[in-house]
């Protein structure tokens, strides 16, 4: 992350953004730009509508950007594959799991295949190849 303090204002800024809740909003500008005259405040309210709406169609238009979208996309399959979506639990790879155990992908198969260590197929609904994953709380101790 960028030092720069600039960049640290952008970050909190955003973080409050986030945390207002609109009907706060009203009672809020109402408080704070009655100290001003009419003129003043319509116009400083003016200038922060207008900020906001730049803020807006710049949001939008990082938020449709392809390369995010192909990211966001990215990112949920991956959370798919390694999360099971009734519990939350983490679904571990053969892979993960031969390493975690100090033992062969060949030998992790062969404990699915006789019984020995629940697995899911992640893929089983979508029709697609079989891809097996187990739960990381059937891991043997």
Known sequence: MLQNPSYQRIEETL???????????????AARYTRYSYTVARQQLQE?????SILSVSVTGFIMDSEWQRRE????EQLRLHTNPQ???NLLSVAQV????????QKVYKMIQTGQLPA????????RKTLLRI???DLPQ
């Not at 899911?120 to 029709?127: E, F, H, L, S, Y």
């Open 87 to 89: 519990t939350g639990q």
């Open 73 to 76: 996309a990215e990112a949920t």
């Open 98 to 105: 031969a390493t975690r155990l100090s033992l062969t992908k």
């Open 135 to 137: 739960r990381e709380s």
């Open 48 to 52: 922060l509508a207008n900020t906001l």
């Open 120 to 127: 899911i197929d992640v893929n089983a609904q979508r029709g």
């Open 15 to 29: 973080y409050y953004l986030t945390k207002i809740q609109p009907q706060e909003l009203a009672p809020l500008l």
